[in-house]
């Protein structure tokens, strides 16, 4: 099985930058995928940013371009974040998943039983 533990998360001010880590453990020798998500207060979940460990092929939503940008380091089963411009509207718990079925997580934009989810971190853009 995968595990997924968030890191990097904060208070930062309007325009500014931050990148979020996510560590994968577990069954990691085989191929996965790694996406982020988040959700707003009162808002549903929204899928940011996916990549595959072996291929590196990178997937944003159309509404998610531009501002985020996904990366890996393969060696440590280590995924990032990078986030630009940041908004107060970026304000959030970012969450982060790890599944088998690279197809579902970032196409779909959903876990199956194969992955599992992160606890989640809490992003707060404001002055």
């Known amino acids: 099985q995968l595990q997924a533990v968030e890191s990097g998360g904060g208070l930062v001010q309007p325009g500014g930058s931050l990148r979020l880590s996510c560590r994968v453990s577990g069954s990691t020798r085989e191929n996965y995928a790694t996406a982020w998500f988040r959700q707003a207060p009162g808002k549903e979940r929204e899928g940011i940013a996916c990549i595959s460990k072996e291929s590196g092929d990178t997937y944003y939503p159309d509404s998610m371009k531009g501002r985020f940008t996904i990366s890996r380091d393969i060696a440590n089963d280590t995924v990032y974040l990078q986030m630009d411009n940041l908004k107060p509207e970026d304000t959030a718990i970012y969450y982060c998943?790890?599944?088998?079925?690279?197809?579902?997580?970032?196409?779909?934009?959903?876990?199956?039983?194969?992955?599992?989810w992160g606890q989640g971190i809490q992003v707060t853009v404001s002055s």
């Open positions: 998943a790890a599944d088998r079925l690279r197809h579902s997580l970032c196409a779909g934009w959903a876990v199956t039983s194969s992955g599992s």
